[in-house]
């Protein structure tokens, strides 16, 4: 099927360009950088269709906007901030994404549930109040996006007790992947500079993207 041959291309692609970042190749990730995204993209358009189909290329879309605008990010804060409004659409998009996928079963276990509900928590109020002294006129805006990718984590984790049984094991990854990375790069910008932080920003990120649509795919697979 087309879909699996463009994700294959897809965990290759990202292999080489990783290989590449590692390398300090900076220049040569910032021109591949762009045709990651769309190799996801033209996999799911590929997928026999199905409800939310068209919400989960809305949010690839965003995110690969996303990309592009963040390529510019050295060319002045402008380009970071909007940067940071396209991944929060896209964020947007995957919590709509997540809260409209088929429930096969209630949650029996609410006791670990709770208990991831304590860990989403606790990681955003963690990150603010670790970060708030240091964003300065992006406090709001930081904030709201952790706001909203804390709620898409919720969403995921909600929909792990859910879903049917081995998808969304690959969501509920993605959407940790996910909020890794953009914690990675939130740190490594307001923080304090992290070691092979392009490189930990990109695997988590790839690896993010790879998880999400995987699961969503499989939970939402033709019989």
Do not use: C
């Not at 950088?33 to 189909?53: M, N």
């Not at 991944?87 to 949650?107: A, D, E, P, W």
């Amino acid at each position: 099927m087309k879909n699996k041959l463009f994700l294959s291309i897809y965990l290759g692609f990202s292999a080489f360009y990783l290989l590449i970042t590692a390398f300090n190749q900076e220049e040569i990730a910032r021109v591949l950088k762009p045709f990651l995204l769309p190799l996801l993209l033209v996999a799911v358009y590929f997928t026999e269709g199905f409800t939310t189909k068209k919400i989960l290329l809305t949010a690839l879309l965003f995110s690969w906007i996303g990309d592009i605008i963040l390529l510019f990010a050295d060319k002045g804060e402008i380009y970071f901030i909007l940067g940071l409004v396209a991944f929060l659409v896209s964020h947007v998009f995957y919590i709509v994404l997540f809260s409209k996928q088929t429930i096969s079963k209630t949650i029996s276990n609410k006791l670990s549930f709770g208990a991831g509900i304590g860990l989403i928590l606790l990681y955003f109020f963690g990150m603010i109040t670790t970060l708030g002294p240091k964003l300065g006129p992006l406090t709001v805006p930081v904030v709201v996006y952790a706001v909203v990718i804390s709620t898409m984590l919720f969403f995921a984790l909600k929909g792990s007790y859910q879903w049917k049984s081995i998808p969304y094991h690959f969501v509920l990854i993605g959407a940790v992947f996910f909020i890794s990375s953009d914690s990675i790069l939130a740190f490594n910008k307001f923080y304090q500079p992290i070691p092979y932080a392009s490189f930990l920003i990109m695997i988590t990120y790839l690896a993010a993207q790879y998880g999400i649509v995987w699961g969503i795919l499989n939970l939402n697979q033709k019989k």
